[in-house]
């Protein structure tokens, strides 16, 4: 029997798959040197938690290859049924995919070489709970990785823009009213320390962006949905969403204009041997 599908914070539609796929395109260059950097290659066992739709897990499953072995946990049916997909059309078996709720139920297998974990503990309801879960699923001097939000607060257009400004805020205020927690950054790093992991790399990640950069779309795709789905949901004024809407795209007719991402953390700890 299939379980209810689980909705997120942005959803799981069509248009939400197509800004993830964007999403990971545009941050696969730092991405890709953050696992090179940890040392995952052939033959590594890697879990990747909170998989979503299996963008990552498909370039993960090519990285570790036929000897390795790559454990995708998401608790999005939706998700989980498009990520088998991918990795189905890519003929990766040495991947698979599993439906579960990370805050209620087992992570699969153990004795994983490394943990990925990009923008999940800002969401659950137990960011400890999580980080203790991973921690249990590691071998002895295994790897824990994380992206996650370090100051959201920094999502800013440089010269300044109310609007802007008001979204960010309202962004964080809803993400604290459905129970998550956007910079999480740190919290996350201080249950790592508490369970003897030490941290081998802590590379903030910022960008400073302009219209024409392909990764202005990141921010951009985020804007246009977050702004459409809160207002459906009655959550905010749709003459105040326009007003976002008409001050982003007078900002995007300016040239030298600049948008400062929210700072991310990429934190890799590494669990005692």
């Known amino acids: 029997m299939s379980r209810p599908e689980r909705d997120y914070f942005l959803g799981t539609h069509d248009e939400e798959l197509q800004r993830l796929g964007l999403q990971h395109r545009v941050w696969s260059p730092a991405v890709l040197d953050c696992w090179e950097r940890a040392g995952i290659g052939p033959g590594a066992r890697v879990i990747d938690v909170g998989a979503g739709p299996g963008y990552a897990a498909a370039d993960l499953a090519e990285i570790v290859g036929p000897s390795g072995e790559v454990v995708a946990v998401e608790r999005s049916g939706r998700f989980v049924e498009a990520g088998r997909a991918m990795l189905a059309r890519h003929g990766f078996g040495n991947a698979s995919y599993h439906e579960i709720d990370l805050m209620t139920d087992p ?135 326009e007003a976002v809407r008409e001050e982003f795209a007078a900002a995007e007719r300016e040239p030298a204009i600049l948008m400062n991402t929210p700072l991310v953390l990429q934190i890799v700890a590494q669990k005692p041997a």
Request: proline share 8%; hydrophobic share 50%; aromatic share 12%.
């Open 107 to 241: 992570l699969p297998g153990g004795g994983y070489d490394a943990a990925w974990c990009r923008w999940v503990a800002c969401f659950v309801a137990s960011p400890a709970l999580l980080v203790e879960k991973i921690a249990a699923s590691l071998r002895p001097g295994g790897l824990a990785i994380f992206h996650e939000y370090l100051a959201y607060e920094t999502f800013a257009f440089v010269p300044p823009r109310p609007r802007q400004r008001e979204f960010a805020e309202q962004v964080m205020k809803g993400w604290r009213a459905a129970g998550g927690e956007p910079n999480i950054a740190q919290p996350v790093l201080h249950l790592l320390e508490e369970r003897g992991f030490r941290a081998r790399a802590l590379i903030p990640r910022l960008y400073s962006l302009r219209p024409m950069d392909e990764m202005w779309q990141w921010p951009a795709s985020f804007i246009r949905i977050h702004l459409e789905q809160q207002t459906a949901l009655g959550a905010i004024a749709a003459s105040w969403a």
